[in-house]
């Protein structure tokens, strides 16, 4: 019998939904207790796969247990929580909080109490970089979804610098449209900014600053298919040098340089 349906997520994100509680009984994946919250009373967090059509098999139901509270149910409809979630953010020195390769926590500061954030990469299918959540307790100790998007490529997450959140940076593709050597689609770094427990907020002047620091020229702050990010020749620019270029540009300079995309 299929039991009072839970409230849909308050933000409006899509992607993860909070959902029925049903009487079919997914398979458990994973299961840990941890205390992200400071309450002193570690949460249960309980993955789960459930049996669904699309075959991406792995975790794709979260369920969080509290003392005091209701489960609290989370189901992710772009994909599915893979393992190895920390080979995701190569570029991160963060140390989870958990021995868990799906479920990801991270605080906020170098102290104990610092905030903390569960992060739920998504392993992503076919075309596509899969998707990115981001939790952390609310002012009660219930769970509250920070971030969402459903094609997110995670790159790296580090403390703000009053330690009050976190900066999480991505790319919102893998720019695989232009499968040539030594260019590709122009794929921005997006920087957004989690402070405490409320809804993160993109930046455009770090995330402009983070893609010329390290990817290439400033084209816009989206996935743009009609720039390409060349690495350019290194007799002529210096190695390392990456120019964005319209489409126009690049065919043109591809002619003149055909073996360097070779």
């Known amino acids: 019998m299929i039991r009072a349906l839970m409230l849909l997520i308050a933000m409006g994100l899509s992607g993860p939904i909070l959902i029925a509680q049903t009487s079919v009984k997914p398979t458990l ?6 205390d992200w919250d400071h309450s002193g009373s570690p949460a249960q967090f309980s993955l789960y796969f459930q049996n669904r059509s699309d075959s991406l098999g792995d975790a794709d139901q979260l369920t969080i247990r509290s003392k005091g509270h209701q489960p609290w ?47 739920l990469k998504g392993a992503g299918y076919g075309c596509c970089v899969g998707s990115s959540t981001v939790l952390t307790p609310d002012r009660d100790g219930m769970p509250k979804i920070v971030f969402h998007d459903s094609e997110h490529l995670l790159q790296d997450i580090y403390p703000l610098p009053d330690e ?21 689609s122009y794929d ?48 002529q620019y210096g190695v390392g040098h990456c120019k964005t270029m319209t489409e126009a540009q690049f065919d043109d300079y591809y002619e003149k340089h055909k073996s360097h995309f070779e």
């Open 73 to 119: 149910t989370l189901a992710n409809k772009d994909d599915a929580w893979g393992p190895a979630v920390v080979d995701d953010i190569p570029k991160s020195k963060r140390e989870n909080l958990v021995k868990s390769k799906r479920l990801f926590f991270v605080r906020a500061g170098h102290t104990a109490e610092a905030r903390i954030y569960l992060v």
């Open 29 to 34: 994946v994973e299961k840990i207790e941890f």
């Open 188 to 235: 921005p770094y997006r920087v957004y900014i989690l402070n405490s427990d409320q809804p993160a907020i993109y930046d455009l002047k770090q995330s402009k600053e983070y893609t010329i620091a390290h990817y290439c020229e400033w084209a816009g702050p989206k996935y743009n298919e009609k720039f390409v990010a060349v690495n350019v020749d290194s007799e």
């Open 164 to 184: 009050s959140g976190l900066v999480l940076v991505g790319q919102p593709s893998d720019d695989e449209a232009r499968a040539t050597k030594n260019a590709a």
